[in-house]
C-alpha cells in the first residue's frame, strides 16, 4: 500500500520567506505546527454536524455530508478508515466511496486531477479544496462545505476538523479547486488503476 499522508510525524516546516508559499524543512517548531497547535476544538464542526442530522435527516448523504460524520477521528498518516484514523487524503478516499460510490486515487496531487477545475468564486459544497502545505502543490486535501468553510485531517496530533478557508494559513496556501462529476446529477466511479490520469467518467 503506498502512504500518501499531509504531515509525516518527523517532519517540520516552516515559511521559506516572506510572501512567499515556499516552506523548507527546518529542526525547530514550525510555522506550521504552531497554528495547528492552537485550533484543537471544533465547536463549529460539531455544531454543523448536528444541524445537518436535525435539519435533512432524509437528505441523501453526499460527500461533505459523510465527511461530516467523522469529526474528531484522530489523523494518522496513511490512515484509510475510521477507526485507525485518517490523512487527509484517506478521509477524502473513504468518504467518496462510502457517500458516492467513488473509487478515488490515494493521492491528493492525483485526486487534483478528476474533474472539472473551479474557481474560487464559484465554489459549491462537495468541491474538492487543495492546499500548498508541504512545499509542491497539491500537498492537502479537505472538502468544501459552504461559506468559506472545509473539513479535512490536518496533521500529527490533531483531527478531522472544520476551518475556514480565509484564515492566513489557509488562505495563502489554497491552490484550487476540483469539481467531480458525481456530485452533480449522475453519479460516477473511477478505475483506481486509471486515476492519475482519467478524468472522472460517469456510469
Known amino acids: 500500500m503506498v502512504l500518501a499522508g499531509c504531515a509525516t510525524q518527523n517532519e517540520n516546516y516552516a515559511l521559506g520567506g516572506p510572501g512567499?508559499?515556499?516552506?523548507?524543512?527546518?529542526?525547530?517548531?514550525?510555522?506550521?505546527?504552531?497554528?495547528?497547535?492552537?485550533?484543537?476544538?471544533?465547536?463549529?464542526?460539531?455544531?454543523?454536524?448536528?444541524?445537518?442530522?436535525?435539519?435533512?435527516?432524509?437528505?441523501?448523504?453526499?460527500?461533505?455530508?459523510?465527511?461530516?460524520?467523522?469529526?474528531?477521528?484522530?489523523?494518522?498518516?496513511?490512515?484509510?478508515?475510521?477507526?485507525?484514523?485518517?490523512?487527509?487524503?484517506?478521509?477524502?478516499?473513504?468518504?467518496?466511496?462510502?457517500?458516492?460510490?467513488?473509487?478515488l486515487p490515494r493521492r491528493s496531487s492525483e485526486m487534483a486531477r478528476l474533474g472539472q477545475s473551479v474557481k474560487r468564486d464559484e465554489l459549491e459544497r462537495g468541491d474538492l479544496v487543495f492546499f500548498n502545505t508541504r512545499g509542491h502543490r497539491f500537498s492537502h486535501v479537505g472538502i468544501y462545505l459552504g461559506e468559506g468553510k472545509f473539513v479535512h485531517a490536518p496533521s500529527t496530533g490533531s483531527r478531522v476538523r472544520v476551518e475556514d478557508m480565509n484564515i492566513g494559513y489557509w488562505k495563502k496556501r489554497y491552490n484550487g479547486a476540483r469539481r467531480l462529476a458525481a456530485n452533480g446529477p449522475t453519479h460516477a466511479r473511477v478505475s483506481g488503476k486509471s486515476a492519475a490520469t482519467q478524468k472522472v467518467a460517469s456510469k
Open 20 to 103: 512567499t508559499d515556499s516552506l523548507m524543512l527546518v529542526g525547530d517548531r514550525s510555522h506550521r505546527d504552531q497554528y495547528l497547535a492552537h485550533v484543537r476544538s471544533d465547536p463549529l464542526g460539531a455544531y454543523l454536524s448536528a444541524q445537518e442530522k436535525v435539519s435533512r435527516p432524509s437528505a441523501p448523504r453526499g460527500l461533505a455530508s459523510t465527511a461530516l460524520n467523522y469529526l474528531g477521528i484522530k489523523y494518522r498518516f496513511g490512515g484509510n478508515a475510521p477507526d485507525t484514523g485518517f490523512d487527509c487524503s484517506g478521509l477524502v478516499v473513504y468518504a467518496a466511496e462510502k457517500s458516492l460510490g467513488l473509487k
